[in-house]
């Protein structure tokens, strides 16, 4: 063996005040197999080179606008230049850059949603099947051990022929009109740079990936109402759906950024014939089992605790009881597409969602918005073509 | 002050194997208002003997059948005579024995629901206006003292205006063929005994009864699936419903008898534009208010507990901590019938649900069933004539 | 089989603004076996009259004393007078009282500590062996239906030898001066009413009796350090001890009365070599078993439930997931109570906490206060007579 | 401003198979404040050199031994040499290298226990007084916001004077006879390496620590008893103690590696006049705050969360329902570390525990081990010279 070297990336978007780009940092930091190289933070010329080198660039790494700084990382010497691009602007400029970094010969790591529309993704799909870049989506709540835990048990079935799935994404923080005054709120409120929708395309789609996910099946048909509470929002900020999948089961999909006083509460529950499953993204290391006809138990992560897979096992870093959250699972994605990079891996980073996902979920908002504007009960959710492996 | 003479009620149904009727007694026991004077149990004479035997009636009053039980008590002086009947039939029974309770001058308090059918129900409502006797449901999550508390503060205003609101009765008892051995399950799955629908009827009206105490409001409309997820299964046994209500919140119903490991999990989450509450029937002793912008805090139940209502502190035995639960919450109702009977309360017992929560219930179950049946979205809930207090 | 009678009782104390005359009549009620015939509530006329009335009785058994109340029920035929004496005066009364109905011919079930002191408690014990006469101890927290299955489980060796408790209680209620305004609070803390100890005797006694039931095992030796917070209390209102048992075991016993905030938080811990439980009587419907090297379960009370030890089942009225609570478990020794007497057991009532038990407490209680008047680092708990079956 | 240059640091210790070490590495990646320049992780030459290339080191500078690390580093220039050694090796070495490493000018983070004497941290404790060298030692709990969070709330007088404090730390992981096959358990519980106690150094240490942290307090008396469960253990596994402050507060200390089930259960709750606080740490991300006489209200951690004070806040990086969890934790001590190594602080690093910290962990350790030989029921713990902040 030698030396193992970091893998250098360059970082697009996250600035000074962006929130999603500080969780990239730290995910990327935790297992230290990246090395930041290079960045495009902002269009504002002072927080860009602030940002730079607070994080410890030299100056002529930190460039002016994304286009420069793929332009110039792709003349220097293959051993200096970036291998890798973050991209972690708003989501309207998600698959221009994604697009351009892999014709430009870069792996691509993108912030969700993919895109901000199906058609767009699908022009992303297309570019990505003719390259062999890597493209990886942040769908974080997809790097938690007990959410491979559950889709293993789903798959072992060891809840039988599922029935049932709820799947529910409440937040608060929109209750209010937020966007006046926060930076956060007001890029996710707004069509042109957030996409058709706003609760639906920023925690919705976390909302149905984690189910797809976990069920391994497709929602295949969808009857929603999409609402917009705040006066003067542009954006759903809240919605339901009943939901059919193609393997027969059905249940109900709610995402609200209006439920004052809510966190971050993503939360799903499966029914089979045999048993359910509970797991909640705010007491990420439990994973209620309950089988039918015995007391419930609680499996729990960590390292060697009893009753985890090995895709369980290897996403946890500490023994149980030391708990891990949010920024391991984005750090279990990161992890996965080091280990695809070195491995040259070539389209689909195995144990981090793709452009399926991306696709999915694009299929999602749109079968969203055309359900809460039709009097008709169910729509068809579209049969993307490829299928994300996780 | 002389002393305070018991109720005397007589039971019709409640032999031994059924569930309610056990639960009734417990519950009318508790605060000692009550004395159980006559019953007709069953329908199988020594099980009918058994049941009144081991409750210490004397073996004339042990009733062969409730027309019998009516017109005979119906001819015992005044003091001596029932003054109250408790009804824990199967369902298609409720409302014949109703009518000819009231008719024979006795007050009538009657496990849910109402009716079979909503022309039933607005039957047994019209027999009632003319009638000073009293009627009592027994929707018994409306006793407890911290449903009363979450409806107070809405009716405060606490919460703003209400924009969401998500109830749900998952159980899982029903995950197998249970009708083939189980009495409880095999009733209530035939639509001759238990009315148009299995699931909706059994515990889909609670979680209806249970949203429209607490918001004071009325679910107008929905767009419900109902399933059957059991071979031969007769009645659905699962569903889902989109609502809304008349002062314009939204917001999902849903109720399961195949969550398989699911207890009793009834639980109602409201939102309002400046906070929210979550109360969970399996936790009752505890309600959830987030008011936004500051800490969520915990409201519990129990004698002198700060920051409860006086009809939550009135629904109290014991204090904080010493767990009161379900036979509680259906006493509560009890004593509050008790008190409507002893100071000649007429019509409707103050704190107890009455006919107009019956009738409710029986245009939640057409409109849910209706809507399942249908490809058109929306469905409206009956605008029911009158409006019960509780 | 005839008609089943209910079991006559008197009542002496739980007069207007007792607290705990109150939840022995709603527990006594709850089940149906007992009918109140007499009482002598309160040594104030008004309040006697006033309880007795609203309580149904008639005026010639509402007696002005207890002595009264003995001798003239004595008077009584046999099919009238009542059976048994419930006992909830302050704690110095509990001993002549006790004695008294004894020795004339009553059953006696009695509000905990047995004595207010442990030779008090031996003359009771002593009097008792003399004499068919049923005793049973309102040692409330042991009538919980998964204190059983706790039990159950560590005599089955689930756990296998025993290494470790915790029990711990505490409450908060009498962190300010209470007893300058709350009658509750007053007697409890005046040494002449309620003996040598306020918060051991009160709450350490449950602490210790719960230890010692689930065990099966006697606490030997303790290290104690009691605590007066509030200036002008007379009695202990906190404290602590290290403890060992008699099979080997060790740990911690905690109860105090300054735990500004707590409830009524009593909770055992117990591990073994093989696996650990945990049970608190806030939550009474759910039992932890962590086995050791697999996921922790959760047992959970209920008609019906998996994994349940008769025991515990006879214990449970409802299906899980209808909480059963604090006035259940009482009632539960009420109905062991009932059994006893209606089956003539003598002495000690199966199921029902007894003499055995009362001694243990008054024994825990001197251990206590000697200890923490010791520079002395162990005490030995007196090694009572008689062992309690319960 | 200017580019930011990452700390340079040489980790000793830490090789495949040691739990701690990668620990450390997840957790000064986090925040992305350092780089890794050098190392000696084994003795086991393949072990070194295969962990230092997995980590991307150069050859050169992975070393055979410490000794040979500190020389060969103070030779090279100053912007190339390590400034910090990360100390991970078992306890025995911690004060050794921690004094080679000021004396040759290098900061030191070290894992705790700092010595395993109250002598040997005593004598580091003159060697820092000396220097300019700063030395930060991983209590990692205390880089938990919700603690500083506690903490405040006790100095702000919140609670009012503290009464009780009951601090545990539970844990199962020795219930058998680990260390025959588990080099961490294999380690702990050798006298040689780990110091005079095991469970007490281990996991006590950290429980006396938190609790003196969140009172601004002293233990200084206790009255311990120390057990070892496991046949042929040489050091103690178990054991707990009375504790009593040097401001009037008393109440339990435990500490068990043989509680069978039990994960890293540390929780530590504090009473006052006015209310009581509860935090533990495997849900971190919650702290109960029970006011007298309120509802209690439950603090959560993350950014902008109502309630928090700023130390607490600067301690997340995520807003609130994102969890952060111990490496989060940890991390916020590497942080601190950083901020002072480039502030030029000198001897504490403010946020750090330090060698105050170390010196009340060996008080500790060797009052419990005295306490639990003797018969006397209280022992001092030693008043250590400096007070750590943190």
């Known amino acids: 063996m030698s030396k193992q070297a970091k893998i250098r990336i360059g970082m697009i978007g996250g600035g000074a005040g962006a929130f999603i780009g500080a969780v990239h940092r730290h995910a990327y930091g935790l297992d230290g197999d990246f090395e930041l190289v290079c960045g495009a933070f902002s269009r504002d010329a002072a927080n860009n080179l602030q940002t730079g080198e607070s994080l410890g660039l030299d100056n002529e790494r930190i460039y002016a606008s994304w286009q420069q700084m793929l332009e110039q990382e792709a003349k220097l010497p293959k051993s200096v230049q970036m291998q890798a691009v973050v991209i972690v602007t708003p989501n309207h400029l998600h698959v221009p850059v994604s697009v351009a970094a892999i014709e430009a010969g870069f792996h691509v790591f993108c912030e969700k949603p993919a895109a901000v529309s199906l058609a767009e993704a699908q022009a992303l799909a297309d570019v990505l099947e003719k390259s062999d870049r890597l493209y990886g989506l942040a ?4 790097g938690y051990p007990l959410v491979w835990q559950a889709r293993h048990m789903v798959q072992e079935g060891l809840l039988g022929s599922i029935r049932k799935v709820y799947v529910e994404y409440p937040q608060g923080w929109l209750s209010q009109e937020e966007e006046l005054h926060n930076k956060q709120a007001s890029w996710r409120t707004d069509p042109n740079l957030a ?3 706003g609760c639906m395309g920023d925690i919705g789609t976390h909302a149905f990936g984690l189910a797809e996910f976990v069920l391994t099946d497709r929602i295949t048909e969808l009857c929603a109402e999409l609402k917009t509470h705040v006066d003067g929002r542009r954006l759903d900020d809240d919605g339901a759906a009943l939901i059919r999948t193609g393997k027969g089961a059905s249940g109900v999909l ?4 209006v439920c004052a006083g809510e966190e971050n509460a993503l939360k799903i529950r499966v029914y089979g014939e045999k048993g359910g499953l509970e797991w909640r993204q705010m007491e990420p290391n439990s994973l209620i089992h309950s089988p039918a006809g015995e007391p419930f138990r609680v499996l729990r992560a960590g390292l060697g605790q009893p009753g985890l ?3 369980a096992l290897a996403r946890c870093r500490t023994p149980g009881g030391h708990p891990e959250g949010y920024l391991e699972a984005m750090a279990n994605l990161y992890t996965d597409f080091a280990r695809a990079v070195r491995s040259k891996q070539s389209g689909k980073a195995e144990g981090v969602p793709g452009i399926g996902s991306g696709l999915r979920g694009m299929a999602f908002i749109d079968a969203m918005l055309a359900s809460s504007n039709s009097n ?7 049969d993307t073509r490829c299928v994300s492996k996780a």
Chains 1, 2, 3, 4 share one sequence.
């Open 139 to 142: 769908h974080t709540y997809l």
């Open 254 to 257: 709610l995402a609200s950024q």
């Open 376 to 382: 008709e009960k169910w729509h068809k959710v579209a």
């Open 195 to 197: 996409g058709g929708s």
């Open 309 to 311: 897979c090995q895709d």
